[in-house]
Structure formats: C-alpha cells, structure tokens
C-alpha cells in the first residue's frame, strides 16, 4: 500500500503537521502545488488542510479531484484556531462533497495564528472578524493570535494509518520510522 501526506497552507502549521507525521510514518510529503505529485501513484492519502474563514482551504482542489479521491483511502486533518467539535464538523459539511467526507477519517489538529505574520488583507479581515465576534474567547484569539502546535496531537493519526496499513497488505513496521 502507497500512501503520501499531501498538504496546503500558508503560514507553516499545517506544513509542520505534515512533516512530524512524516517523520513518525515515513510517508513523502507533497505541497498540492507541487508538479511531482501524482494521485495515481498512491492508494491512501493523509490531506492536510487549515481552515480560513470558515471553510477548508483545500475544499476547491478536493471538488476538482473529487472521482480520484473517492477510490483511495483518507485520512483528513484540519489545522484551526477552533477545537474539534461540531462548529468544525459544521464548517467541514458546509464546504466539502459528503461522499468524500463519508470516504475519510477526520482529525482535527490546533494550529498557530501569529499576527506579526499575517498578509496585510489577512489581518485586516482577522481583526474585523474580532471586532465582530459574538465568542469572547474567539475574539480574543483573533486579537491576540495563538499557538496551540502540538507535536503529541498527531499521535491518533499516526495510529490511523497503521490501521489503515493493517487493512492493506504490507506490515506497518515496514513503514514506521525507528
Ligand atoms: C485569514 C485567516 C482566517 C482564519 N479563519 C479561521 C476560522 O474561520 N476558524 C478557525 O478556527 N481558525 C481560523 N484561522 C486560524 C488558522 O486556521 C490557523 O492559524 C492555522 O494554523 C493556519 O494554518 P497555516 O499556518 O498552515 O496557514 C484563520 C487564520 C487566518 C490567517
């Protein structure tokens, strides 16, 4: 079984979950711009995504790769200010096709909003939404920013593939980092 951490993002916590997953299962990590990704040449994929405004910032490449998608194992990570729960669940159903959420395990990770790095339009839009913002809480991580990076918060994904690989046909050991 051939499986590739595939990612998108812009401020690096995504990227930083991608590459400790890697580390911990050996799997290549693929930007979705990257021309040397190829979905053809994996069975399973862990898709990495940061949620802006609301919505997955990948949920546009999913649509456009959607039949793809649908025939291969998923592992989904979302990368947020907010915890799991379901205000996120809710987010995810808005925004993606329902047969491909059907299709994948979701896990959502925290990431990092640091204010001092964000686009201008990007802060801009994060302080309106503060201003606005009916969530004390989220408000003051909007304010503020936050980092909630968590290098232990991918150990249930890193689990998941092992099941994932115990469902296919080589040994997870072959894959696992020492
Ligand atoms: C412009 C912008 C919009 C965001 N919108 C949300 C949101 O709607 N809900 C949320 O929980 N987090 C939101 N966040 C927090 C991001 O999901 C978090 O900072 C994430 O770690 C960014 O991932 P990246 O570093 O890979 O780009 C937003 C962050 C930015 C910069």
Known sequence: MKCAIVFTGTYGSTEQYAQWISEKTGFPVFDIKSSALNLADFDSLIIGTPIYYYRPVIARWIQRNLTKLLTKRIIL??????????????????????????????????????????????????????????NGEASAEEWNGFDYMDRNSIAPIVEATQLLHSAGQDSPQDHLAA
């Open 77 to 134: 990570y979302t990368v947020s200010g907010a915890p799991g729960g379901s205000k996120l669940n809710g987010w995810l159903e808005e925004s993606l096709p329902s047969e491909f959420l059907a299709n994948a395990q979701h896990f959502a990770l925290q990431g990092r909003m640091d204010l001092a790095r964000l686009g201008l339009f990007h802060r801009m839009m994060i302080k309106i939404g503060s201003l606005r913002s009916s």
